[in-house]
Each structure stands twice: as C-alpha cells, then as structure tokens.
C-alpha cells in the first residue's frame, strides 16, 4: 500500500512538473485534465473557467468510454451552455456542482450524481441519453489562483474498477491528488494568462516556471529552504529576503539573506538560533498584526509596502535597529503568505528592497513582482510541502524496512544483528567500489538514490527468513528440533545403565563374587560411547567417515526396554542421519529449507510495487547465494548476470557469517582465518576477485573488524594474498 501511495505520489509529481512547462492555457488544461484522469482512474471529465460575467464556460472534455479525446470551446455543442454562479435575483447556483464548487471554493465527492440530493441533473441525463452514457460517481474541484480567487472548476466522471471495469466511486486519495494537480494548474494558468498579457513579462513568467520545476528537484528540505529565497530574490529583483515556517502558532527564521551585506545565513547551519520566533497571537490570544509577517499569515493576504519607514500600522523597530548595526537601509517590503494545497498556513516569504534592473535604484515591489511573488509561494509551498512529505513516508519506508530486518534478527538469538551487520558492511564497500580511480572498477559509481538502493536491498536481503522455521534457524546441535533430542538419548542411556546393573543384581544373587567386576567395563564403555555422542551432536567443521561410522555402530550395539516390555533403538535412525551430519548442524534437508528464504526473499520483494528509484533491490537482495561461476542459489546467475551490487552484497553476507561470534555452532573467526577463506573462495570462482581484491586493498576487513569485532578477532593489520587464490 505504500508503495502504491508512493507511486502514484511520484506521478502527481510528474504531472505537475509536465503542467509547469506549458505557455498556454489551453495547454495547461489539456495536461490538467489528462493528468487528472490518469492518477484517479477517470473515465471522463470537464474543466470550465470562470469568466468575467460569472459564468463558468465550458473549457475542455475528455472521456475514454466515449472516445472523445479533446473537445475545444469552439466544437462545443448548445448544450455546453455557461453556468452561471447567481441568479438574477443575486441568488447563489446551488443546484449546479460545478457553480457551487466555484461559489464555495470547495470540493465535492458524489458516489451517485443520479442519487444525490438538491442537485440539478436535467442536463447531466440529457446528455447521457444523447451519448448512451451514464454519469455516476463526480469529482467536482475548484481551481484557484495563488490568492484562492476561484477561477475555474475541474470534473472528473465515473472512476474506474481496474479489475472489473465498472464505474465506482472515487476515493479519497482519488480527491487529494487531483485537488493538488488542479492547485498546481490554478497556478500554471494564472501564469499563462499572465504570459498573454504582456510580453514584456515572458521572459520573468518562463523563469517561475523554471524555478517552479527546479524547487522540486532540491536534494533535502535544507537545500530547498535556501533555494526558495535565492529564487524569490532573483524573479523579483530582491536585495534581501526571509523565511520563516509556520509552527506551534509562530513563524521560525529560517534563511536569511541580503545580497549587498553579504549575509546569508540559515537555521540548518546554526547561525540563526540566537533570533526569537514571532508569535501570531499575544498572550492573551490577541493577533499580533502590529508585525508584518504575523499579519500577512494570520489574513492570508500580502502586504506590499512602498517604503517602510513611512508605513504606519506596523512594529519595525528590529527592522530599524538592523538598518543601524549594519549601516543599512530598509525600504521596499513584500511579505507573502505560503499556503500549500490543503490551505494549510506553511510560512512566510518576506522580500525587501527591490533594485531597479534599468537603474539599480531601490524601488517599491510593482503588482507584476506581486503577482510572481505569489505564484512562486504558492509553488515554493507545494514544493515544500512535497519535499516534507516525500521525506516522511522515506523515513517511513525505511523504519518499516528496519523493524523488519530488526524483527528477523530478534527472530534468533544467534543471528542477531546480522541484517544490520551485512548492511554496513555491504555500504562501506559500495562506497568504495564507487570512489575507486583504478583497476577494473574504476568506471563503477553509484549515484545517491542508487547508495539509497543499496542500502534497502541489503536491509532486506533476508527479508524471507520469516518463512524459515525457527527450530532450523536456530539449531545450534544436530539433534536440536524444538528441543535438543540429546536430553532424549540421556534418558535412554540411563535406563540402558539401569537395565544393565538390574540384570548384573539379578545375577549377584547366583554369583555374589564375579558381578560387580564384570559390570565395570560395559558401563565404562557405554559411558565413553555416551560422550562421544554429545561430542557429536556439536556441529563442526568436519566430520570423519570413521566416527560417522561409530555412531551407525553404537545405534546397533544398545537398545532399551520400556514398561511394557517392548525393545527399542538406543538411538534411531534419524536420530543417527543427524548426527552424522558431516559439517555444522543442518542436515542436507534442512540446509535446503534454509536456502529457501532467498526464493522467499525475491517473491516477497517482487510483489512489492517498489518506486522508481528502488526497483532494483529485489535482483540485488535475492542475488547474495549465486556465485561467479554460475554455481550458485537459487537461480544459478553467473557473474555477468548479476549487478555489481548483488556481488557486492554476497561477500558482505560472506564475510559477516565468518566473522559473527554469535553463531550456536562455532567461535568468530579472526580476519586472517576468514580472509584466507576468502581468497579461496574467490580462487573457486564462488565470489567476484575484483571485489575481493578491493575489500583487501582498501582495507575494509579492518574498519569493519575496528566496528564490529571482538579485539581478539582483529588478528593482523594487514592481508598479504597468496596469489593463486588457493590455501
């Protein structure tokens, strides 16, 4: 779901920078309505503008089920009549959608037009019965201007069931969107008709919308902040600017600037923390309009003043006493509120001293800089706004992703901390693969988003452990299922003994002299056989044939006998299958069930509607068990099929399994045991060499060993290869 919510977020994002690039206005409501359709599921839909003689003429149409495509003013048929606001009596239109959307300067939702009360349909089922249509659910949203004047309505008709392809009601996510691209439209527009009016302003309208484009692409909200007034400045020909956010009911200084002081300071870099917030209201909960930014945010509406010196109304005495530390002189002020598409209050944008381009005099802010001031914070506010929210469901996705790989870590107690483990390891080497001027990586980089990429994928590179069950997962000795079976063969061992030393009593009574010396040796032997088993049952490196071949012999040498007299196996034959295991604790089954979290691993991330930016963390995630040669798990990948971040993530994984002290069946190796394997592994073609021979020259072991290793573990400083790859 989040990855939908994120997708479809990208594609509003994607309209709104396709609808920031178009002159006209026709343009601009063509993109509107098309964009619109696509990110709600809109069959149809209708723009109307509002006109001078408060109509609301009809613009443009689309509808898919119908095939009409694009239908301009002129090809408009007599039942594309204007729709008037009020009638003659000054009445308002309540009975029409789309004037009582442009009336109230607010959004509808209809499930069913042809069910709702108080709403006009005549026209609506005529033309569905001219057309053989049916109208039913209705998006109805007023489209402002950077002021909220209304001055257009958007409909879109009919949301459709992807999967049966039947009208349904649009959703709520369905209204926000298209509220946000027709916010950004009303924008757009108002820019285009600003662009017909005079030609002089081309050139500043283009550059808004350019600023417009270039805000969203800001790496952090930071950057942003800071590109928001050196923009502002530069489209309205500003010395010096402010902005303050709006939080807890005061506004935060957040960048300041002026040019000719050569001042530019921001609350990111810690220099502004000495200025005290503006409160809007006093302490008694009055409204504080005796400051100018308080007053432009509690009203809503810009101030422009000529020359603050001679203003009356407004407290500039911090104003003055900054003119006189820094031999200034304050004059022009535009101060604009920053509302983003929810109507919700984001800051202000203060602007001062505007400089004549032809004569570089200081001079008031004209209605053309107002009007662009304006686009461009209402822009600069939906960019941030986008920017805040973006950054948050980020964070979300990534805390998600890390209770996740927190929670398969917790799983076992002992591979606790391997998920985060391999993730650091796995970015410390992406980071220098990346940096790297030489050798065979020398052309390899990863941009931000792609070390962003890296880092979920490794996160959840064995997301499918939570399919895997627990008992096999944590199955520290051979016999472990739910509990260790040892304590099963304890038990039997000792009424094994029992039976032995009733059998010898019972012989005592006959031959009192011989029984307890003959009673000895079997008891000892069974003793010793007893703990070579629980020596056995430990999980090692090796295990020879001829002490697999004991265990076979000791199952067939005992048996015990319960209360009913029936015989049984000392130890059974799986019992003895899994204490032959020749190498750890897992039998062959079991390791298979193991290997299955990286099957599970890529169908659960494949599933996933990952965006853009991330969609390859399922090839990178489940590529960790292949190998070079084309060896490996699960899909036998050979080095050339696989990203230079899947191999970059299986020595990682590597590497951190030879290294981890927290493993039931053996101690952490030290870097120089688990660096020759390494290398042997590397001579086998089971790991990338360029790779290799990077974590060894760079000398990665060694920083991860300093993070992450127990001092004894951190054996040598250095790794000499032997060069031939084998040891």
Not at 493 to 520: F, G, N, T, Y
Not at 549 to 560: F, M, P, V
Request: hydrophobic content about 35%; charged content about 25%.
């Amino acid at each position: 779901m989040k990855g939908k919510l994120l997708s479809r977020f990208s594609e509003v994002q994607n309209i709104a920078h396709t609808l920031a690039t178009k002159q006209s206005t026709g343009d601009v409501l063509s993109s509107l309505l098309t964009g619109a359709r696509r990110v709600s599921g809109a069959d149809g839909g209708t723009i109307y503008l509002l006109g001078s003689d408060n109509q609301l003429h009809f613009t443009v149409m689309q509808n898919e089920t119908l095939k009409i495509s694009h239908v301009e003013p002129s090809e408009k048929s007599t039942s594309f009549i204007p729709i008037p606001l009020y009638d003659k009596e000054g009445n308002p239109n309540q009975e029409n959608l789309a004037a009582r959307a442009a009336i109230e300067n607010n959004s509808s939702n209809i499930p069913d037009v042809y069910a709702a009360e108080g709403i006009h349909t005549s026209g609506i089922r005529a033309f569905d019965e001219q057309m053989n249509y049916r109208t039913q659910s209705l998006l109805t949203i007023p489209i402002h201007n950077q002021t909220w004047g209304v001055i257009g309505v958007l409909q879109l008709i009919n949301s459709v069931n992807k999967d049966s392809g039947q009208a349904e009601p649009f959703s709520e996510a369905d209204l926000l969107l298209a509220e946000a691209l027709a916010f950004q439209a009303g924008t757009n527009i108002t820019n285009a008709r600003i662009n017909a009016e005079s030609e002089k302003l081309l050139d500043r309208v283009t550059r808004l919308n350019q600023i417009g484009i270039s805000l969203s692409s800001q790496e952090s909200t930071e950057q942003l902040l800071k590109e928001i007034v050196i923009s502002a400045k530069a489209l309205t020909f500003a010395d010096a600017g402010t902005l303050y956010l709006h939080k807890d009911n005061k506004l935060h200084f957040e960048v300041m600037q002026t040019d000719s002081l050569d001042i530019h300071l921001s609350s990111a870099d810690g220099n502004l923390s000495n200025i005290e917030p503006i409160p809007l209201y006093d302490m008694r909960g009055n409204p504080n309009d005796r400051l100018v930014a308080a007053s432009a945010a509690l009203h809503g509406s810009t101030i422009n003043i000529p020359d603050v010196y001679q203003a009356d109304g407004y407290n500039f005495t911090g104003t003055r006493a900054f003119d006189r530390k820094n031999g200034y002189r304050s004059q022009s002020f535009l101060t604009v509120p920053m509302h983003n598409q929810k109507k919700e209050l984001i800051g202000v944008l203060q602007l001062i001293n505007a400089i004549s381009p032809d004569s570089g005099k200081i001079t008031s802010f004209s209605e053309e800089d107002q009007q662009l001031a304006e686009s461009f914070a209402s822009q600069a506010a939906v960019a941030l706004t986008n920017k805040r929210l973006n950054e948050e469901l980020q964070l979300l996705l990534e805390s998600f992703i890390d209770v996740i790989s927190k929670s398969i870590d917790e799983k076992s107690p002992y591979t606790g901390g391997h998920c985060r483990r391999v993730t650091e390891l796995a970015m410390m080497t992406a980071r220098a693969a990346s940096e790297t001027d030489s050798g065979p990586l020398a052309g390899f980089r990863l941009s931000k988003e792609e070390m962003y990429e890296m880092k979920i994928a490794a996160m959840l590179h064995d997301c499918g452990k939570i399919t895997t069950p627990v008992h096999i997962v944590d199955k520290s000795t051979k016999l472990e299922t739910i509990h260790d079976r040892i304590d099963l063969l304890d038990l039997r061992h000792e009424l094994i003994r029992r039976d032995m030393m009733i059998e010898k009593l019972q012989q005592q009574v006959a031959e009192p002299d011989s029984v307890l010396e003959s009673l000895q040796e079997p008891l000892s032997k069974l003793q010793e056989d007893m703990a070579f088993i629980h020596q056995s049952n430990m999980g090692g490196e090796f295990m020879a044939p001829e002490r697999q071949q004991r265990i076979h012999n000791i199952a067939a040498e005992y048996s015990w006998q319960d209360a009913s007299g029936k015989i049984h196996p000392f130890i059974t034959d799986d019992e003895a299958y899994n204490l032959n295991v020749a190498k750890g604790t897992l039998t062959d089954e079991e390791r298979e069930i193991i290997n299955f979290h990286i099957v599970s691993t890529i169908r659960m991330l494949e599933a996933l509607p990952f965006p853009q930016h991330l969609q390859h963390v399922p090839e990178i995630a489940g590529g960790h068990h292949e190998r070079m040669d084309g060896k490996g798990y699960p899909n036998g990948l050979t080095r050339d099929q696989m990203s230079v971040q899947a191999r970059i993530l299986g020595v990682a994984d590597i590497f951190e399994a030879l290294t981890a002290s927290d493993r039931p069946y053996k101690p952490g190796m030290p870097l120089s045991r688990a660096l020759s394997i390494l290398e042997t592994m590397k001579g086998e073609g089971h790991i990338d060499p360029d790779l290799f021979d990077l974590f060894i020259d760079k000398k990665i072991y060694l920083s991860y060993g300093h993070r992450f290793l127990d001092k004894q573990q951190v054996d040598i400083d250095a790794y000499h290869p032997k060069g031939d790859g084998n040891q």
